[in-house]
């Protein structure tokens, strides 16, 4: 799908990917309606919190060394700043780095504001962040309330600019937008590639764009692009604006996660002539030796990738078939963002471990590269049809799911969900640092993690008898997806079959 850097706001995930949160069948199943064009949302009768894709939006703006930001909303919409911050500041231990707080400004948008109309308050706000931050750039994020009452934030913004000399990008990402908070990755890389990125005055054969959140596997990533003759630059996290401003001069981009580097990976290929690399996540082997082997191929290194991968292989092998003798057939539940769900779903079915279910907590039915999801097709050439479903973080489907399956372990990336899986007796890992299981050493060091996990369950087993959950008894008695509108379910009878007590 074209990305269109002549509108202000990037379209959302469902109009642009048909993109859905929830579905409940099987990766066969989703992959083919996926590939036929038939897949649909499914509706809930009923839902919990979840995420909003302004705080995405602001959230991976803010780690931009040198930028403000200026959230136009009520406070309660700067409620997850915390969580930025703490992210923000783990980001800048892992650099030894003086650690500082994020630069957001919430302009608290009251009633008033909500009647009169809140440009001069966002007005104000952008003043103050400049003065009080001196930042390079400074992104105005929007909220629900700045959308329905219909600031006109632009001509704002504008006036703002011509006062303070510096680029004020809006970046629309109001919560009611979309009900996909990865919409928020897009419209803040629109608004770094509308107004950051420029032109390439020269480009740079050596260098690959890598995408990531914290970017912990700087090291491990700069010592084996240095043996392809590639020099590797991270972001958008701890970059600056004058690096972002040159991520045109690259040779190629190459992201950690599908679901977050298809807008800007492919957003540079059509507008700036970068190409993107779309290949499986580098978690786990096959993962890994796809990831460098499409970047290979796309920069010209195909017999150094070669060389490089035969050498890892032979000295991983033994660790990896002994770590794959200990896990084998033990009982995984994932759930995840849908890259990182279906590329650990791949990981650990190669690792020998039975996924019994996969949650994902949305799903696109297709990329901006056009196709549907890569590691979501890879799944569906083995004999096996895993069940997976969509579902937001919808923690009443997914306890229910766990309490019928009984795993032998749960694995997710988000602290709201993996907590409580421990808290009903089941050990739990959370992948909050993506370069967890990146390429051999890292697939050979997560699988010891595992197998620990496994092997001391201590934590997980006091927690869950010293705690009650939420939920009913009659809840957890139901079927877990009964709020899922049925058209996009499987049969009854096919569900049973796949929710059994195992
Ligand atoms: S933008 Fe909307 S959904 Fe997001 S936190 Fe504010 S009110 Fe909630």
Redesign the pocket.
């Known amino acids: 799908m074209a990305i269109h850097l002549n509108l202000s706001q990037a379209t959302i995930r469902e109009k642009r990917l048909k993109s859905i949160v929830g579905y409940q069948g099987t990766i066969k199943d989703l992959a083919e309606q996926s590939q036929s064009g038939c897949l649909k949302n499914a509706t809930r009768g009923f839902s919990q919190a979840t995420n909003?894709n302004?705080?995405c939006a602001q959230g991976y703006l803010s780690t931009i060394t040198d930028a403000a930001i200026v959230n136009h909303?009520p406070i309660?919409?700067a409620g997850d700043v915390a969580g930025a911050n703490a992210g923000f500041q783990w980001g800048q231990s892992i650099r030894d780095w003086n650690q500082r707080n994020v630069r957001i400004i919430n302009t608290n948008m009251s009633e008033k504001a909500v009647v009169f109309g809140g440009d001069q308050i966002l007005k104000e706000g952008i003043l103050k962040a400049y003065e009080r931050f001196k930042p390079k750039a400074i992104f105005v994020t929007t909220?629900?309330?700045s959308g329905i009452i219909g600031d006109d934030i632009e001509s704002t913004i504008k006036k703002a600019e011509a006062e303070i000399g510096i680029p004020v990008v809006p970046v629309f990402c109001?919560?009611?937008r979309s009900q996909i908070w990865a919409s928020g990755f897009d419209a803040a890389f629109h608004a770094l590639l509308t107004r950051i990125v420029k032109p390439a005055e020269k480009k740079r054969p050596e260098l690959v764009n890598v995408i990531n959140f914290a970017g912990s596997g700087r090291a491990v990533i700069t010592e084996i692009f240095g043996r392809l003759g590639l020099v590797p630059q991270f972001g958008i996290p701890y970059s600056n604006i004058e690096e972002i401003s040159r991520w045109s001069e690259a040779a190629a981009t190459i992201s950690i996660c599908g679901t977050l580097g298809s807008y800007m990976g492919n957003g540079l290929e059509q507008n700036f002539g970068v190409p993107y690399v779309t290949a499986l996540q580098p978690h786990g082997i096959s993962g890994f030796d796809d990831w460098l082997t499409k970047l290979g191929e796309t920069v010209g290194k195909e017999k150094e990738v070669e060389e490089y991968l035969a050498e890892q292989k032979v000295l991983a092998a033994p660790e990896l078939e002994e770590i794959k003798f200990k896990l084998k057939g033990k009982k995984v539940v994932v759930g995840m963002g849908p890259s990182f769900a279906h590329n650990y779903i791949r990981f650990l079915e190669d690792l020998g471990m039975e996924v019994v279910w996969g949650f994902s907590w949305h799903y696109d039915a297709k990329h901006d590269h056009g196709g549907c999801p890569s590691c979501t097709v890879e799944l569906t050439k083995t004999d096996k049809d895993i069940p997976v479903s969509v579902s937001d973080q919808q923690n009443h489907e997914v306890i229910n799911l766990l309490s019928k399956v009984k795993p032998d372990i749960f694995i997710g990336r988000h602290p709201g969900m993996s907590v409580w899986a421990t808290k009903m007796g089941i050990p739990a890992i959370m992948v909050s640092d993506e370069y967890s299981a990146f390429g051999y050493q890292g697939t050979i060091e997560f699988g010891h993690r595992i197998i620990d996990a496994l092997t001391n369950n201590s934590l997980a087993v006091n927690l869950s008898k010293r705690i009650n959950l939420p939920y009913t008894e009659w809840w957890l008695e139901q079927d877990p997806f009964s709020f899922q509108e049925q058209k996009n379910k499987k049969r009854e009878s096919e569900n049973k079959k796949n929710v059994a007590v195992r």
């Open positions: 909003c302004s705080g909303g309660g919409c909220s629900c309330a109001e919560g009611f």
